[in-house]
């Protein structure tokens, strides 16, 4: 990927960063980039996610998912995936954004009007099913997985037949495979789940659909080999750099704005990847999901205007399918006559960045060649490089999230009727209705 | 709705709202409550949004849309939206909430790769198509009106048959609608975009795809009947003098995470209202969509413990469908034995809340009875009723949105080739682009 950092300087935006910060700034990325290249040497928890485009196992992807093609008689049109967080939203990212035979639907909720219709407009016979869960007790993902057996079982289709397994070395899910002669694949050791993309958690279900899992992992490597120790040479490490920097001045809200459909759940792994990793202890930023140029229409007015606390990214592939225009027979719309859908896009993503800086926000300009396998493979990867990177810079643990198990236990404490803080919290809660 | 304040007073959480602080803003409320009742019976712009319940002329809607279902041959089975901004998210979110025999699907795009994957995924020959914009020139509107239009010529089935306007009383569109004998509604007059979900912008697609706009409407009059001069017995003006003064006390940004997936359209037209309405001369909240409970698993580590700027709302629904999870065989499954999957969403959505609560982050919880059309109608007016009050207490117009208009002016520039100072702005952009 390229990175424009010209719209966060001080020069050109408040909150932004001026040169003379920038060089002082690169100082601590060279050290933070060497600290980053020991962990990856040692496999150290965490910064073995960026070891992944190497040390991920395609044959082993290739196979798994070979045996679910022959023992089902059609080919498969729904990829089912029961995960949640990390556990989907990296296969939901690389799905939308590869070209695949069938669709990847991710059971990444537990909300019954929603599973009840994905499953009725499902042809089960012509669906496999994706179970990915670390431990294997994931309480929302062995939900859904359930009632996705049952409702094999209610179709008459053999569920042991188009169930394959991601889990970590124990647990239910890993009985179950065991059990039932299921398939199974790792969930790699030392890779928090948000940085999984990149291994069978994100890969088979795309694997599954048909999709190109090597270029995207050709993509991953790309990235791999971009890192350096200066941010002025290092595009993930200067998205990183700048990130914090802005932070650092104000910029508590990060705005990703792909100018692409087939990024949006891009926008959404990012989300996730920026909050659990930097949003501690206080600092980091909070994301927030937009897509260009629809949010010109919605969210532009507050990034312009509104509260001097987000910065805005722009992702724009250089490369689009071509879809023209018909002419309009009407005068008042000559401007639309031989135009392309894909440049009016182009212009508007100009119209917008040229639109925060001339009202001196922070905006940073992301450009790749394509939204295709090795296109989202790159950008995954050097998100994830750049994540790590503000990890060191904020000086907080990119690769825990302590602050969602509270919220966790107490939903499996009120599940199995145990008395714990958590619940009485809960119980005790006081409320104020206004009625 | 129903609204519980007592997570976003000082005793629970920072920022929060001292009790004697809320007593003063009550008279303040009262204040602003007297405004708006003067703006709706003069019928001001802007304030007229609040009578639209009983402005909305429902025959009209009935009668366009009863023309176009008795003029195509097979029952519609897609009602395509071409809409941006107001003009898509009204209609989006009364769709994916209430029962209706057709999918509405959006064009609030240009993307020329999503464009031509929905028109590819529609029978031409069992669609229609919804033009919805007040001027008739809105640039993405039109461009995909056209290439719906080109697709319907290329699939051999006559567009003036299936093609409904909704518009002002002069531009192209109009003009179209004239040249053609289209049905065409108007919009109504002293009504920004983003407030017309319960007029024909947001109703037209609706009844065209079988919707009960009826009981849409009657949602919005009884969330019209709930408003009163004071905040403690006015849910909806609860909500907006919170939110108000949260955002004076640092929370910054408003994450709307309703639990309730049919929810996640309004959360993003909650997001074009707060973020149009009220972002502007640096005030305001930034709006920051989610969903529960996915996002437990994505956002809710930088709610909980991230920059102290943001104040979190759930919204629930008392009434879910049912839907059983098949008891599973691990013992250490046990506790999802003969579990209900929308008990299992309602028990993360009181952990979250109380999660938040523990960490003295703030928190409103909104209640309805049910995701239907009654339910979503009452929604929509109230957080518009909220929002208005929201923009007198914040001291801004929370009707216009003109810091938006420079993009639109420069995109319409760069598409007809002319230099204007946006223009120039953007030919003489400098870069600095890391590779």
């Known amino acids: 990927m390229h990175v424009d950092i010209a719209g966060a300087l001080a020069e050109r935006a408040a909150p932004g960063v001026d040169r003379s910060s920038l060089e002082?700034?690169?100082?601590?990325?060279a050290d933070a980039h060497e600290r980053i290249e020991a962990g990856r040497a040692d496999g150290e928890f965490g910064y073995a996610a960026l070891n992944l485009p190497e040390t991920t196992d395609i044959d082993a992807i290739r196979s798994a998912t070979d045996r679910i093609k022959e023992a089902t008689k059609h080919p498969i049109k729904t990829v089912l995936v029961a995960g949640i967080g990390g556990s989907a939203l990296g296969a939901a990212t690389l799905a939308r954004a590869v070209e695949t035979d069938a669709d990847v639907e991710t059971l990444d909720n537990v909300d019954p009007a929603a599973t009840r219709e994905l499953l009725d407009a499902a042809e089960l016979n012509r669906a496999a099913l994706v179970c990915v869960s670390r431990s294997g007790t994931t309480v929302e993902t062995l939900a859904n997985a359930q009632i996705v057996r049952g409702a094999f079982d209610d179709a008459g289709v053999d569920w042991t037949d188009r169930t394959l397994v991601v889990t970590g070395e124990s647990g239910p899910l890993h009985r179950l495979a065991d059990a039932e002669g299921l398939?199974?694949?790792?969930?790699?050791e030392g890779v928090p789940g948000r940085f999984g993309a990149l291994s069978p958690v994100g890969l088979a279900p795309v694997a599954l659909a048909g999709g190109d899992v090597e270029a995207i992992l050709a993509g991953g490597e790309s990235g791999a080999a971009s890192l350096s120790g200066s941010l002025f040479e290092?595009?993930?490490?200067a998205y990183g750099a700048l990130s914090y920097a802005l932070a650092?001045?104000?910029a508590t809200v990060s705005a990703m704005m792909p100018y692409a459909e087939a990024l949006e759940p891009f926008g959404e792994w990012f989300a996730q990847l920026w909050a659990e990793s930097l949003g501690k202890d206080g600092v980091g930023q909070v994301p927030q999901r937009a897509l260009g140029a629809t949010d010109q229409h919605?969210?532009?007015?507050?990034?312009r205007d509104g509260p001097e606390s987000t910065m805005v990214t722009t992702v724009r592939p250089k490369h689009r399918p071509t879809l023209s225009v018909p002419s309009p027979d009407d005068d008042d719309l000559d401007h639309l006559?031989?135009?392309e859908l894909g440049e009016l896009l182009d212009l508007e993503c100009a119209a917008t960045t040229a639109s925060l800086t001339a009202a001196e926000r922070p905006v940073l300009r992301v450009e790749i060649d394509a939204v295709d396998a090795r296109g989202i493979g790159e950008l995954c990867y050097e998100f994830e490089a750049a994540c790590v990177l503000a990890g060191e810079l904020f000086g907080v643990n990119?690769?825990?999230q302590p602050a969602v198990e509270w919220g966790k236990d107490a939903t499996r404490a009120q599940l199995r009727g145990e008395?714990?803080?958590e619940t009485r919290t809960i119980d005790e809660r006081d409320a104020r209705w206004i009625d």
């Open 398 to 400: 990119a690769f825990d």
């Open 248 to 250: 650092q001045r104000g």
């Open 419 to 421: 008395q714990t803080d």
């Open 24 to 29: 002082r700034l690169d100082d601590r990325v």
């Open 183 to 188: 398939p199974a694949l790792g969930v790699p």
């Open 234 to 237: 290092c595009p993930a490490y």
């Open 337 to 339: 006559r031989g135009s």
């Open 298 to 303: 919605s969210q532009l007015q507050c990034y």
